[in-house]
């Protein structure tokens, strides 16, 4: 199965701040990247597919890039109710996988 | 708005049967395939497989055919059966709707069921 790749494991930000996270796919998986959000306790929050469309209803502050095994999901100007764990999934192969996650504290 | 929700015993002994059933509500359950995810803390999100509300299915291979799926559209409902668990099966289990935009993706997911593997 591909191994996908998330770094850091998390780090503290502050609201406003701009911040970067990354995903790496053990292949090439083109563009076929997905991205979630995930509060405690509740279930992942699709937010991005095709490793840079915005899922309707996710704020524009959101963006995605990359292609074949790098991408980064950027946010902006953090606001609190963006403090969550993020996970990137591969679509590409089958099995679908997720990365281990990104959690953003405060 | 979909609504879905995981229902099923929260406790299972080790090498016995696991059972949940997703209920989707708002929504009709035909026209779109419906997974199995779970999470746990050490391996983190993993898929188990799909139904589509025809029936056929897709399973991962690392649950080494011990899955199983069924789906009721009169109930609109979809299930799960897993067999043969240990305590490394323990996990909160998710079901989630693929995306028409993107076909492997989830736009939709219950909110979760807690499963516990212990004697």
């Known amino acids: 199965a591909i191994r996908m790749t998330q770094s850091p494991p998390s780090f503290s930000a502050s609201t406003g701040d701009r911040v970067t996270l990354a995903c790496r796919a053990s292949?090439?998986?083109?563009?076929?990247l997905a991205w979630y959000q995930q509060k405690p306790g509740k279930a992942p929050r699709l937010l991005m597919f095709?490793?840079?469309t915005l899922q309707h209803g996710v704020p524009s502050r959101f963006s995605g890039s990359g292609s074949g095994t790098n991408f980064t999901l950027t946010i902006s100007c953090l606001q609190s109710e963006d403090f969550a764990t993020y996970f990137c999934?591969?679509?590409?192969?089958?099995?679908?996988?997720f990365g281990q996650g990104t959690r953003v504290d405060i | 708005q979909v609504e879905m929700l995981e229902s099923g015993p929260g406790l299972v002994k080790p090498s016995e049967t696991l059972s949940l059933t997703c209920t989707v509500s708002?929504?009709?359950?035909?026209?779109?395939?419906w997974s199995w995810i779970r999470q746990t803390p050490g391996l983190g999100l993993e898929w188990i497989g799909y139904?589509?509300?025809?029936?056929?299915?897709n399973y991962n291979p690392a649950l080494k055919s011990r899955a199983t799926f069924s789906v009721d559209t009169s109930k609109n409902q979809f299930s799960l059966t897993l067999t043969s668990v240990t305590a490394t099966d323990t996990a909160v289990y998710f079901c989630?709707?693929?995306?028409?935009?993107?076909?492997?993706?989830?736009?939709?997911w219950g909110q979760g069921s807690l499963v516990t593997v212990s004697s």
């Open positions: 708002g929504g009709s359950i035909s026209g779109y395939s």
């Open positions: 292949q090439d998986i083109t563009g076929y």
């Open positions: 999934q591969q679509y590409y192969y089958d099995p679908p996988t």
């Open positions: 989630a709707r693929h995306s028409r935009a993107s076909y492997a993706t989830f736009d939709f």
């Open positions: 095709a490793a840079s």
């Open positions: 139904v589509h509300y025809s029936g056929t299915s």
